[in-house]
């Protein structure tokens, strides 16, 4: 059995690279050039080879007296109107588990104690952004729920938090 763990909101398949890419280290527009097996934005002038990979992001579960925590994302944020979990990215300097507690609190006003892994999993939310998610499953321990405000550095995320009734 092959096993694929993908969400794609945009067909992947019909992907552009991207390449009007400044290097990152001096600033020279970047060539395609073969490095590592395909070819990557390079520098002609640094050799600097720009790798893309998917940003690593926490999703959790939030689990209190039978019910579950959804969210549902504000108007004019990314994805308006759909369901989602309490959800960011992972700063450079912080755990994955830190990452997730940290998100809780600061998108629902919870105190959140993490218990287990349910997947992992890539998204494909645009061409620009790919990310791999570590989908925890929490329980609240403290705190109070409150309708809170997230940003995140290319957008404004504005999600709202409900309870949803789980019986
Ligand atoms: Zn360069």
């Known amino acids: ?3 694929k763990q993908v969400f794609s909101a945009y067909n992947f398949q019909e992907r552009n690279s991207l390449c009007n890419r400044y290097c990152s280290v001096c600033g020279e527009k970047c060539v395609k050039k073969e490095a590592g097996g395909r070819e990557r934005d390079s520098c002609p002038a640094c050799g600097f080879v720009h790798y893309e990979n998917p940003s690593p992001a926490v999703s959790v579960l939030l689990v209190k007296d039978e019910k579950v925590l959804l969210g549902k994302r504000a108007h004019g944020s990314f994805k308006e109107g759909l369901w989602c979990l309490p959800c960011g990215f992972i700063e450079f300097d912080e755990d994955f588990l830190t990452a997730a507690r ?3 609190q600061e998108e629902t006003g919870l105190i959140s104690e ?3 892994i349910i997947s992992v999993m890539s998204n494909y939310l645009t061409p620009n952004l790919h990310t791999v998610v570590v989908v925890l ?3 609240v321990i403290g705190g109070e729920l409150s309708i ?3 940003k995140s550095k290319s957008y404004i995320m ?6 949803y009734l789980k019986k």
């Open 102 to 104: 940290r998100e809780v």
């Open 158 to 163: 504005i999600v709202r938090y409900n309870l």
């Open 1 to 3: 059995m092959k096993v």
């Open 148 to 150: 809170a405000y997230s």
């Open 137 to 139: 499953l929490a329980h």
């Open 114 to 116: 993490i218990e287990s």
